[in-house]
């Protein structure tokens, strides 16, 4: 394809999200869009024409309630089909929304209505909606609280029905508002505020306008991955840029998906609805191999699957070489799928062509498993401030350890240190309300700073193999700044002079934690009658009770902390961190590197035999 070309076909896109809406509409009125489970736990079908018809009259409910363009509306809730729906509407009504998960602390929610200036709050539950009440300073801005689950008696809420029978009411009066709404929606207009963690302080609001999406699902069309026939299993929260720009694939390419936030139902569902895609990051693929794995732990089967494995394995490794496959192995390889893996392929509905692994780096054990098995895992990359994908593996040329070469249209620089910098219609223009983190943001001739380290080879393919920023992102996905988990330990702990917050591409965060030794020493003379006051500091560091005492400080500390943010687990170092062994800088700050390689071995104690 000549560049011309390319440009052009990138060009046919839709002016806006809601206008994608009505274009999917139009080309495949009558095909399936979303299956999702009822209250009943029955899967139920919504074809593309129901989707708008109901789409059109929360809309409608919405301009009732008295949304003005580009208000912001913040979604509380988990990802089902009325996140979906709610999202939609809030487009077709002219509004953009703003996202907030489920396990978010009130004070932030709090913020994020506030920073977002949000008019009305769409919550999943009574729970949520507690959150905003929680602030009463929020009311005044509040339009009004519409409630998913259940009743409510503040005067706030509207629920559900309500909503939709005051949609259906607005539009019998004003039966062409939400068409209206979408002609007038312009490619520049806000469409998404999606919040992401900074390295210290609050989330920064994060300004996608209309045609990240329609660029984002075009360029993932044009590269020709996912088809129309597709069926995507659709679990990753929505309140993050990766579950929503599959939401922007699908209303341009028109495939199907399986709803269903539920992480403990995604293997039941996976072999349930046989859907041909997947997509999570690196967390939901460990729990997935985890999950299989018990199931064959010993006997006969588990060393026929071991066999299995580990011809798998071998095949892998010549592929990612792009080395030819020996007869040998192949015929091995066959026998192989026959007795493991396609009836590991059939567990998992019989139907999967590959998975897409994004949001953090996928562990290279993970990936070679689900290869083996011959399931291709495809890596992407991007950020919240690049609409999520910028890279992505095409399920036709993968290259297992990058992250795959940049979608059409989005281009790339090794900076000087190795930072990723990136250009392109899916890149934000900017943070909200935020000018000089803006500026920050992009170099002066327009490039934007990803804070990642990494490097690209000769077809372009990126590896990514460091970060520049000081942010820890676990294997769930999730970023957590190490200074803000550090912070609110040592807070109000007087007996500890420093954490080390650790968990990049790991479970959970774990830390390790140096004792302040005239504190110390002043615990063992007062606790329990003193009878520690003999210990050195080195045995106080190793006692059980100063663990135990330790450990409710950090409970404590974790209180403060959102769920992914907390300390799973601890390591009492012997001694203070020292400056000879380059373990801190001249003023105190920590090396982090240098000390996650000095504690390899504390540090990854921390992970072993833990259940999935
Ligand atoms: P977010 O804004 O939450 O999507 O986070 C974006 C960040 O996640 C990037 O800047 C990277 O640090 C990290 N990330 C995303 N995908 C990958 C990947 N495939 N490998 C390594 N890090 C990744």
Sequence with gaps: MTDTTLEAR???????????????????????????????????????????????????????????FEDRVAIAGSTRIDWILADLAVSCAGGATTTIYPSTH?????????????????????AQVDKVLKHPELREQLLAIVLIDGTHDDDLIVTWDQLHARGKAYLAEHPNAVDEAIARTTPDMLATLIYTSGTTGRPKGVRLHHDVWAYEARAVEVMDIIDQNAEHLLWLPL?????????????????????????????????KLSPTFMCGAPRIFEKVRATVMRSTASGLKARISRWAFSVG????????????????????????????????????????????????????????????????????YGL???????????????????????????????????????????VMRSYHNLPERTAEAFTEDGWFHTGDIGEVDADGYLRITDRK???????????????????????????????????????????LVTLDPDAMKGWAETHDQGKLKDLTYRELTEHPETRAMIQRW????????????TVKKFTILPEEFNLDAGEVTANMKIRRSRITNLYAKELDSMYEAEPE
């Design 106 to 126: 009130d004070e932030d929610v709090a913020y994020i209505i506030t920073d977002s200036g949000a008019r009305i709050v769409v919550a999943e539950n009574v």
């Design 384 to 426: 919240t401030e690049t609409s999520a994908i910028s890279f992505v593996n095409h399920p036709r040329t993968p290259r297992p350890g990058t992250v795959g070469p940049p979608v059409p249209g989005t281009e790339c620089r090794i900076a000087e240190d190795g930072e990723i910098l990136l250009k392109g219609p899916g």
């Design 554 to 565: 950090i409970d404590r500390g974790n209180e403060r902390l959102e769920r992914w943010e």
């Design 239 to 271: 309140s993050h840029v990766f579950g929503r720009v599959l939401l922007a694939a699908q209303l341009q390419i028109g495939f199907r998906a399986a709803v269903d936030g539920r992480l403990d139902r995604i293997v039941d569902n996976l072999g």
């Design 313 to 380: 394995k071998r095949r892998f490794a010549l592929l990612q070489q792009h080395k030819p496959v020996p007869r040998t192995l192949a015929a091995q390889y066959a026998v192989a799928d026959k007795l493991v893996f396609s009836k590991l392929k059939a567990r998992l509905g019989g139907k999967l062509e590959f998975l897409i692994s994004g949001s953090a780096k996928l562990s290279q054990q993970v990936q070679e498993w689900f290869f083996a098995a011959g399931i291709p895992v495809l890596e992407g």
């Design 10 to 68: 990138l060009a046919d896109r839709a002016p806006s999200y809601s206008a994608m809406l009505v274009r999917r509409v139009a080309a495949t009125p009558d095909l399936v869009a979303f299956r999702y489970p009822d209250a009943n736990e029955n899967w139920v079908a919504m074809t593309w024409r129901q989707t708008k018809h109901t789409v059109f009259e929360l809309a409608a409910g919405l301009l009732d309630l008295g949304l003005q």
């Design 469 to 511: 920023k000081d942010l820890i992102k676990t294997s769930g996905g999730k970023f957590v700044a190490p200074q803000k988990v550090e912070g609110a330990i040592v807070a109000n702990c007087p007996y500890i002079s420093q954490v080390v917050a650790y968990g990049e591409g790991r479970k959970y965060i774990s830390a």
